[in-house]
C-alpha cells in the first residue's frame, strides 16, 4: 500500500543553524504534498505545500523541494528559532484521493 | 483555510464507558476527517464523513467502535465506544479546504482512559 517515509525521527540543531527533514512517498499517483508543524498540546498545522507540477517553494525561512523521479521531498528550515521547535510531518496524496498518508514526524529541538 | 474547534479539549474516562467527541467548522465543508494519534506517534485515519452519507471506515476501525455522526456541513462527532486503556490517544478533526486536497486540523481531543 501507500507509504511515506520520514527521516530522521530526531533532529537537534543550534539556534541559526539549518534543518532538513527528508521524505520518500512510495505512491507514483501522489501529486500533493503538505508539511505540518504540531506543537505540544496542539493540533497539526499546515505551513507549506508543493504540487507535483514544481519543483521547489519558498516562504520566508520555510522552503520544500521535490524530486518526482526519486519520489523524494524535504523541508528545509534556515536561521532556525527556539520557537521551531516541534514535531514535523510530511505527508502525499493525490487529486480526487481524498486521503492523505503521512510520515512518521520528525521531532525537531532547536538549542538556544 | 477554516477554524476549526473540537469539545471536550480533554477527559479521563474509566474502561467500558463511551465518550462522544465534536468537532464544529466555522464554514461548511464537504469532507470531514477523523484521526487517531497515539503518544508519539503519527496520525492514523479512522473514517472520513460525509454529509448525507454513511462515513467510510479505515482498515482496522469499525462503525460499532467508532460510530460517526454528520448532521450538517459544519458539524460532527466521533464516539469512542467501550472504551479500554488503549484507547487512550489524540482524536483530530480534520476538514477539507474547498474540496481540495488540503486538509486543516482541530486542537484535538486528548482521552485518557483508566
Known amino acids: 500500500g501507500e507509504n511515506v517515509e520520514q527521516h530522521p525521527s530526531t533532529l537537534s540543531v543550534q539556534e541559526g543553524d539549518s534543518a532538513v527533514i527528508k521524505c520518500t512517498y512510495s505512491d507514483s499517483a501522489s501529486n500533493y504534498f503538505p508539511w505540518y508543524k504540531q506543537e505540544l498540546g496542539k493540533g497539526p498545522q499546515l505551513i507549506i505545500d508543493?504540487?507535483?507540477?514544481?519543483g521547489e517553494k519558498k516562504d520566508q525561512r520555510i522552503a520544500v523541494t521535490l524530486n518526482k523521479t526519486a519520489k523524494h521531498f524535504s523541508l528545509h528550515i534556515t536561521e532556525t528559532q527556539p520557537e521551531d521547535s516541534a514535531v514535523y510531518f510530511c505527508?502525499?496524496?493525490?487529486?480526487?484521493?481524498?486521503?492523505?498518508?503521512f510520515g512518521a514526524g520528525t521531532r525537531l529541538f532547536v538549542k538556544a | 483555510s477554516a477554524v476549526i474547534s473540537q469539545k471536550p479539549s480533554r477527559d479521563i474516562c474509566q474502561r467500558g464507558t463511551s465518550l462522544t467527541i465534536q468537532c464544529q467548522v466555522d464554514?461548511?465543508?464537504?469532507?470531514m476527517f477523523w484521526y487517531r494519534q497515539q503518544p508519539g506517534q503519527s496520525l492514523t485515519l479512522i473514517a472520513t464523513a460525509n454529509q448525507g452519507s454513511e462515513a467510510t471506515y479505515e482498515s482496522g476501525f469499525v462503525i460499532d467502535k467508532f460510530p460517526i455522526s454528520r448532521p450538517n456541513l459544519t458539524f460532527s462527532t466521533l464516539t469512542v465506544s467501550n472504551m479500554s486503556p488503549e484507547d487512550s490517544s489524540i482524536y483530530l478533526c480534520?476538514?477539507?479546504?474547498?474540496?481540495?486536497?488540503?486538509?486543516?486540523f482541530g486542537p484535538g481531543t486528548r482521552l485518557l482512559v483508566l
Open positions: 464554514s461548511q465543508v464537504t469532507m
Open positions: 505527508a502525499a496524496s493525490y487529486t480526487g484521493g481524498f486521503k492523505t498518508i
Open positions: 480534520s476538514v477539507d479546504a474547498g474540496g481540495r486536497e488540503t486538509q486543516y
Open positions: 508543493i504540487r507535483s507540477n514544481v
